[in-house]
């Protein structure tokens, strides 16, 4: 089965986290890497994006709240398959 929205991730029960690069991840100056790591509730993304909202742009929509960094990468765990990496 295809894993392309929220809803098809969580109906195979995908669990997911959101790892912070640091917000000069990028720049490469200033302050040293963050990374934050949660986990993150599939339900509320549910109810907050709607199952259709596609996996693929989750991390475009995400923040650190500590860092304020947008360069956000996640990890999917996908049950008996491993985990599968998704970056910002
Ligand atoms: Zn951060």
Do not use: Y
């Not at 963050?34 to 986990?39: E, F, G, H, L």
């Not at 259709?52 to 008996?80: E, K, N, Q, T």
Request: charged share 20%; with cysteine; aromatic share 6%.
């Amino acid at each position: 089965m295809a894993v392309e929205t929220l809803g098809d991730a969580w109906r195979a029960g995908w669990t997911v986290s959101a790892h912070c690069k640091g917000r000069n991840a990028k720049t490469k100056n200033g302050t040293k890497p963050c990374s934050q790591k949660v986990d993150l509730d599939m339900s509320s993304l549910l109810w907050t994006r709607g199952a259709d909202f596609p996996v693929a742009m989750l991390s475009d929509r995400l923040m650190c709240p500590s860092c304020r960094s947008r360069h956000v990468f996640l990890i999917f765990d996908i049950p008996g398959n491993g985990s599968r990496a998704m970056v910002s």
